[in-house]
């Protein structure tokens, strides 16, 4: 197939239902995205977000998810995907691949009173390969469209949107692949950079005094680029002193103790900012760490409701392993096939403190999940508790933190950054016991990995 031609024999075959394009319904094409998870999740290139908090990205006008089509417009071998639209231009009706095959959709946007950057920006959950895709623009003047090879930016840059709007200030857009490659369009959006979001939440709310204390921005992200600067303001005087270049994290030893209203802020690759606060107790405590390079500095697998049957037990494991570690060469491997419909794994460690003492204790740690969407989703299980975990009832009576394993939306396993601080007094046996696992709810195979287990155990304030 000539892919110079294709674009203008398919711009004769589509320019006659240019006319009747976005006209008809001007208002559909600036509905909000369906959901803010999907506008934050997976776009290619982002950093992932590390917690399932909705980061609402700035300026929603002139945006649209791959799903907000304009059905007035011409389409062809798309699929709707949680994440936006699939573009499948080998798909022949059949099965059979179809090697001169074409997909498109197309966008229009509202653009009444805008007079920003004269740029189109599309973001792809799963790009097409480089040249095979174009970006058709709907050039009213000369009634024609305008044919754009995709750059690799997906950034279109245009000398003037004037041409391409119609008289109701409204840009008719069509995606267009080629090739044999399936790709995934999640948004498109004119205008300028949007701002980047920062994001402290995977930073504890306690530090032990005179101890390494992890700084976390990893939650932060850019939705139209990447975060080039994160600088912290250590003592909350509006200077942000502490510079960590491109690093998204960076520990940092507090003292004296005290109560710290930390800054954090992030800067994009255009030079756009914004700021994010946390409020951190730094006091005389018990801090434990384990990266899993040298074994499992004394956390130990366990688990629950494994048992089918009489001499019956579904598959799990958990191990150290190298398949995937978020720090050196090991992290902790957990997976199972679910039979159950509740099995629970985990590990735990036991810390020796005073009898009958009230303790805050937070457990940070970077969670691996490859679970993008709804099915299959598990929850994470993370607690303190004053005796032995060793059951189902024994975790589920304890109020452990509960949070489903979804990671955003990203292809493949993605590092999570997680926190929890919990109040829990010690018995009569001065045992705490801290656990990180996650718990079967859908009936499933499932794999994760956990790395890095900082835990700070302090007097409760
Ligand atoms: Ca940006
Ligand atoms: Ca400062
Ligand atoms: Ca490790
Ligand atoms: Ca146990």
Same mark, same amino acid.
């Given at each position: 197939?000539?892919?110079?031609?294709?674009?203008?024999?398919?711009?004769?075959l589509?320019?006659?239902?240019?006319?009747?394009?976005?006209?008809?319904?001007?208002?559909?094409?600036?509905d909000?995205?369906?959901?803010?998870?999907?506008?934050?999740?997976?776009?290619?290139?982002?950093?992932?977000?590390s917690?399932?908090?909705?980061?609402?990205?700035?300026?929603?006008?002139?945006?649209?998810?791959?799903?907000?089509?304009?059905?007035?417009?011409?389409?062809?071998?798309?699929?709707?995907?949680?994440?936006?639209?699939?573009?499948?231009?080998?798909?022949?009706?059949?099965t059979?691949?179809?090697?001169?095959?074409?997909?498109?959709?197309?966008?229009?946007?509202?653009?009444?009173g805008?007079?920003?950057?004269?740029?189109?920006?599309?973001?792809?959950?799963?790009?097409?390969?480089?040249?095979?895709?174009?970006?058709?623009?709907?050039?009213?003047?000369?009634?024609?469209?305008?044919?754009?090879?995709?750059?690799?930016?997906?950034?279109?840059?245009?000398?003037?949107?004037?041409?391409?709007?119609?008289?109701?200030?409204?840009?008719?857009?069509?995606v267009?692949?080629?090739?044999?490659?399936?790709?995934?369009?999640h948004?498109?959006?004119?205008?300028?950079?949007?701002?980047?979001?920062?994001?402290?939440?995977?930073?504890?709310?306690?530090?032990?005094?005179?101890?390494?204390?992890?700084?976390?921005?990893?939650?932060?992200?850019?939705?139209?680029?990447?975060?080039?600067?994160?600088?912290?303001?250590?003592?909350?005087?509006?200077?942000?002193?502490?510079?960590?270049?491109?690093?998204?994290?960076?520990?940092?030893v507090?003292?004296?103790?005290?109560?710290?209203h930390?800054?954090?802020?992030?800067?994009?690759?255009?030079?756009?900012?914004?700021?994010?606060?946390?409020?951190?107790?730094?006091?005389?405590?018990?801090?434990?760490?384990?990266?899993?390079?040298?074994?499992?500095?004394?956390?130990?697998?366990?688990?629950?409701?494994?048992?089918?049957?009489?001499?019956?037990?579904?598959?799990?494991?958990?191990?150290?392993?190298?398949?995937?570690?978020?720090?050196?060469?090991?992290?902790?491997?957990?997976?199972?096939?679910?039979?159950?419909?509740?099995?629970?794994?985990?590990?735990?460690?036991?810390?020796?403190?005073?009898?009958?003492?009230?303790?805050?204790?937070?457990?940070?740690?970077?969670?691996?999940?490859?679970?993008?969407?709804?099915i299959?989703?598990?929850?994470?299980?993370?607690?303190?508790?004053?005796?032995?975990?060793?059951?189902?009832?024994?975790?589920?009576?304890?109020?452990?933190?509960? *949070?489903?394993?979804?990671?955003? !939306? %990203?292809? /493949?396993?993605?590092?999570?950054?997680? #926190? =929890?601080?919990? @109040?829990?007094? +010690?018995?009569?046996?001065? *045992?705490?016991?801290?656990?990180? !696992? %996650?718990? /079967?709810?859908?009936?499933?195979?499932? #794999? =994760?990995?956990? @790395?890095?287990? +900082?835990?700070?155990?302090?007097?409760?304030?």
């Amino acid at each position: 197939m000539d892919l110079h031609k294709t674009p203008l024999v398919i711009g004769l075959l589509l320019s006659v239902c240019l006319a009747a394009a976005c006209a008809t319904s001007p208002d559909s094409a600036i509905d909000a995205p369906q959901t803010l998870s999907t506008v934050q999740a997976g776009v290619q290139g982002f950093a992932p977000p590390s917690t399932l908090e909705p980061v609402p990205p700035p300026d929603l006008r002139r945006y649209l998810t791959g799903m907000d089509i304009d059905f007035t417009l011409p389409y062809n071998n798309q699929w709707f995907i949680p994440q936006g639209v699939q573009l499948e231009p080998a798909w022949d009706g059949i099965t059979l691949i179809d090697f001169a095959g074409l997909a498109y959709v197309g966008y229009s946007f509202d653009l009444a009173g805008y007079e920003g950057r004269s740029r189109l920006q599309l973001g792809w959950y799963d790009p097409p390969p480089l040249k095979t895709a174009w970006v058709g623009l709907a050039n009213w003047g000369l009634d024609r469209w305008d044919w754009l090879a995709l750059p690799p930016s997906a950034n279109v840059e245009l000398d003037s949107l004037e041409p391409y709007l119609n008289s109701e200030d409204c840009l008719s857009t069509i995606v267009l692949a080629t090739g044999t490659t399936e790709s995934e369009l999640h948004w498109l959006r004119v205008g300028d950079n949007l701002k980047p979001c920062a994001n402290m939440s995977g930073t504890a709310d306690i530090a032990v005094l005179g101890q390494p204390f992890t700084l976390s921005a990893l939650s932060s992200l850019d939705l139209d680029g990447t975060l080039a600067l994160y600088e912290w303001d250590i003592d909350g005087d509006g200077e942000y002193e502490l510079n960590a270049g491109d690093a998204a994290q960076i520990e940092h030893v507090f003292e004296p103790a005290g109560e710290y209203h930390v800054g954090l802020r992030v800067t994009d690759d255009m030079g756009a900012t914004d700021i994010d606060f946390k409020d951190i107790a730094v006091s005389e405590g018990i801090y434990d760490f384990a990266g899993f390079e040298t074994g499992w500095q004394g956390w130990a697998p366990d688990v629950a409701d494994v048992i089918v049957g009489l001499g019956d037990e579904i598959y799990w494991e958990i191990d150290l392993s190298t398949k995937l570690p978020f720090s050196g060469t090991h992290s902790v491997w957990l997976t199972a096939d679910n039979r159950t419909d509740a099995c629970k794994l985990w590990v735990e460690k036991r810390f020796n403190l005073a009898p009958d003492t009230a303790y805050t204790v937070n457990i940070s740690y970077k969670f691996a999940s490859e679970i993008g969407g709804e099915i299959g989703t598990w929850t994470i299980i993370a607690g303190a508790m004053n005796a032995d975990p060793e059951t189902g009832y024994d975790i589920f009576d304890q109020g452990l933190n509960r *949070e489903w394993t979804y990671n955003g !939306g %990203v292809p /493949g396993f993605t590092w999570l950054d997680k #926190t =929890y601080t919990m @109040d829990v007094t +010690t018995g009569a046996a001065g *045992e705490l016991y801290l656990l990180a !696992g %996650v718990w /079967g709810v859908f009936e499933v195979w499932q #794999t =994760y990995y956990i @790395d890095d287990i +900082t835990v700070q155990i302090v007097p409760a304030g």
